[in-house]
């Protein structure tokens, strides 16, 4: 369906209190060869939807690896061309992620990977002021590193925390050798400073704080850095600290607590980790599992709604990223009563994995996120990134 009618549909039923579900999907860019993932979108002041992604011949041990992005007016339905967001000739960029400050600037935020290891990553920053001519590139009028010092407490609130995650149980031989690594990594002072970077969209409180969640390779764990003065300065938080919980994303609850939804990167059980913060992210509670929802070691997305309630994309599975699903909760995450899949097939048919998701002012939900998808007989791959637009009558009805 032309999405020029899907919206007057929409909008008409909206009049008439009969919203209609639906559901639309697009690739943003025919397949390809290259390696395309790491999307993230955001809806402009004028209505534009951006989104960015990195592309390459590989991820971090490719040095041709450079930020992508694309508009797509809503008055058309049509995708731009991709342009080219950010690139540091001769070393791949990676893992970005976007939003609009509360000056209606635009920030990229994404790390260079120095060696091709992750652990080398090296956080930047580009905002702009001029981004909203209708179907162009933004025009940056800013770049720069963003420094990370987690403070001389560091490595003492690793210990810590890191005790208290683990409990008073018999550790293996292995986990021995994997904490004490860890206590290492924390008493340098070069490897807590290097290595972290992004990977969800970043939160805006309202009170204007601004919160962008980290993670590390290195470490294995999540931490945030924020800033109350509009970016001009930034500080980190305390680590979140567990057994490989990454790439936070973050929702608030009424009473005000912040919370982190985390990738699995560790042994099984395989679930979504949990962090609740109360200073809204300076310190961070226990590191948990979520009782309901797994998590196979991908990237996921929680947010908000605009009255409150917690939505989550995620893959639904222990292993594989071949499920995508959006799930609904009204009681800020302790039971999820709606949930719809974006993409649901056989475990080796393909990949539809790390999601963006937001709601857009007309109260509909956007999400990008990345399909690789293969070929059986001729064992080939092709990559791109796929935006779905949905409403949530669509979500909360049907199977």
Known sequence: MNRVVTI???????????????LEAELIFPLEHWHN????????????????????????????????GAKLDPSTGHWTKPFSMADTPGFPDTNCCMMIDANERLWLLWPTIL?????????????????????QAPVWHTEKVMHMKPGTSFEAVVRR??????GDR????????????????AADKLTRRLGWFTRAHPYIAREGRMIVGLYSDGFDFATAIYSDDLGKNWTMSEPMVGGGNIQPSFARKKNGTLVAYMRDNGPAPKRVHVAESTDLGKTWGKVHDHPLLPNPGAGLELMNLRDGRFLV???????????????????????FRWKRY?????????????????????????VTYSIFTRNPKSGGEGKSIKHAHFNLEWLTTGE
Not at 176 to 183: C, D, G, H, I, L
Request: aromatic share 10%; glycine share 10%; hydrophobic share 30%.
């Open 342 to 366: 974006l993409q649901h097939s056989r475990p080796g048919t393909g990949s539809y994995h790390y999601p963006s998701i937001i709601q857009a002012r007309d109260g509909t939900l956007h």
């Open 37 to 68: 993932h790491g999307s993230c979108i955001v809806e402009t002041p004028s209505g534009e939807f951006l989104v960015c992604w990195f592309h390459g011949s590989g991820e971090r041990t490719a040095d041709d690896v450079e930020i992508l």
């Open 115 to 135: 060696d091709n290891r992750w652990e080398s990553a090296l956080m930047k920053y580009k905002i702009s002021s001029d981004y909203q001519r209708l179907g």
């Open 313 to 335: 994309i995620y893959n639904d599975t222990e292993s594989g990223r071949h499920n995508l699903a959006v799930a609904l909760s009204e009681d800020e995450g302790k039971t």
């Open 8 to 22: 007057l549909i929409a909008l008409g039923a909206a009049v008439s209190g009969l919203a209609k579900p639906f």
């Open 161 to 166: 925390k890191m005790g208290e995650y683990l």
């Open 170 to 185: 018999e550790l293996t031989d292995r986990e021995t050798r994997w904490v004490r690594s860890k206590y290492e990594q």
